[in-house]
Structure formats: structure tokens, C-alpha cells
T-cell receptor, first 114, second 116 residues
Framework: NAGVTQTPKFQVLKTGQSMTLQCAQD?????MYWYRQDPGMGLRLIYY???????DKGEVPNGYNVSRLNKREFSLRLESAAPSQTSVYFC?????????????FGPGTRLTVL | AQKITQTQPGMFVQEKEAVTLDCTYD???????LFWYKQPSSGEMIFLIY??????QNATEGRYSLNFQKARKSANLVISASQLGDSAMYFC?????????????FGGGTRLMVKP
């Protein structure tokens, strides 16, 4: 089991460029999440998908869009990157209905916007 | 108001000693969950331990235990017999209620450094 995988691991963009971060999980989890982590801080939720076919905004959704492609895959898109979006992006998944509902994280994507 | 507060930005501990990392939380929900994650210098987020708001016993996972004091709204992580590999950032997080998505709110983290 690979768990949660993310691509790419690193990316450098120029202001105004667009890109899509990919996330996939092989744990058959219903819920998936995108977080960002700025230097020296904890993670903040960007968007989440409670189940296939649904997506909702988190704490910091501005400048991002998401797609829950199927149960396994959840992508995050930056339409017009800005330097304020320089961050490390983590994808996570969890299984609702389990008492702990623990979220398991991917390895992260380090994004720099120049 | 901060929902999760970790007041220790950095801590040192001698190898083989125990250490307590503090976490206080703020919620009006009756049903919630508290989590601790470890983030080594390589950057990944590793789940350590979970405590549910209705759990009467403190959670334990190997060398990790969670000192849960519900009335004080604290959920401190205790690491026994510290090892050099425990040097990392540690994050406390909370899931409130049982709504769709069960998103986590994270504290600012504590950097633990284990001295040989």
C-alpha cells in the first residue's frame, strides 16, 4: 500500500502561471483534504471532499479550485499563482464512520511562486 | 480565539528522559477528537495518537501517551524514554463534531530537540 501519494514533489511557478497538484490514495477512504503549511506554522485547510462527488471550502480557499475525480483522486488547481501561495501543500484522506476518523497525509508538494 | 494552542515553540530533552508537550484547545462541541502528529525534518506528517472526547482512559501508543484533562481542555503529549529520532516538530490538532469532512484544526507546533 502506497497510502497517500502526491505529485509533483517540488514546483516553481512564475506569478500568473497555473498548475494542478495531484493526489491519490489507495486506502479506499471516503474523505480527502487539501491543506497548506506556511513556514513555521501549522496546517490550514484549503478544501475538502467528504465523499465522492462533493467538495467544500475550508479555511483558506481563495485562489484555489478542486476536483474529486473519483474515490481515489483529489486534485488542487491554482488558476493564477501568486507569491502568497508559496507554501507546502499536503493532501490527506480519512475514513468517515470510523470512530477516530484519523487523517493520513501524503508527503507534500513544496511550491514556490516567483 | 485560537482553537488549538501550543505554548512551547521549542523544547530540549535529554535522550532517554520523558518529555511533555503541551496542548490546550477551545471548543463548545461535546463530541470532538484530538490528534498528535509528528513532522520530522523530511517534512511528512506522521500520525501518533488519538483521543476522543468521550474516551475515559488516556490514549497510549507505545512510547506515546496523551494526558487528557477534559475540564481543563488540555491534551498533552507525553513521550517516554526519548530517542534521537524523536527530534521533530509536533502538532496538536482537533476535529470538532461529526460533520461531513471532519476537518482538522492545527496548533502552531512545538519543535522538540533530543540531546545525546
Amino acid at each position: 500500500n502506497a497510502g497517500v501519494t502526491q505529485t509533483p514533489k517540488f514546483q516553481v511557478l512564475k506569478t500568473g502561471q497555473s498548475m494542478t497538484l495531484q493526489c491519490a490514495q489507495d486506502m479506499n477512504h471516503n474523505s480527502m483534504y487539501w491543506y497548506r503549511q506556511d513556514p513555521g506554522m501549522g496546517l490550514r485547510l484549503i478544501y475538502y471532499s467528504a465523499s465522492e462527488g462533493t467538495t467544500d471550502k475550508g479555511e483558506v480557499p481563495n485562489g484555489y479550485n478542486v476536483s474529486r475525480l473519483n474515490k481515489r483522486e483529489f486534485s488542487l488547481r491554482l488558476e493564477s499563482a501568486a507569491p502568497s501561495q508559496t507554501s507546502v501543500y499536503f493532501c490527506a484522506s480519512s475514513e468517515r464512520g470510523v470512530s477516530t476518523d484519523t487523517q493520513y497525509f501524503g508527503p507534500g508538494t513544496r511550491l514556490t511562486v516567483l | 480565539a485560537q482553537k488549538i494552542t501550543q505554548t512551547q515553540p521549542g523544547m530540549f530533552v535529554q535522550e532517554k528522559e520523558a518529555v511533555t508537550l503541551d496542548c490546550t484547545y477551545d471548543t463548545s462541541d461535546q463530541s470532538y477528537g484530538l490528534f498528535w502528529y509528528k513532522q520530522p525534518s523530511s517534512g511528512e506528517m506522521i500520525f501518533l495518537i488519538y483521543q476522543g472526547s468521550y474516551d475515559e482512559q488516556n490514549a497510549t501508543e507505545g512510547r506515546y501517551s496523551l494526558n487528557f484533562q477534559k475540564a481543563r481542555k488540555s491534551a498533552n503529549l507525553v513521550i517516554s524514554a526519548s530517542q534521537l529520532g524523536d527530534s521533530a516538530m509536533y502538532f496538536c490538532a482537533m476535529r470538532e463534531g461529526w460533520n461531513a469532512g471532519n476537518m482538522l484544526t492545527f496548533g502552531g507546533g512545538t519543535r522538540l530537540m533530543v540531546k545525546p
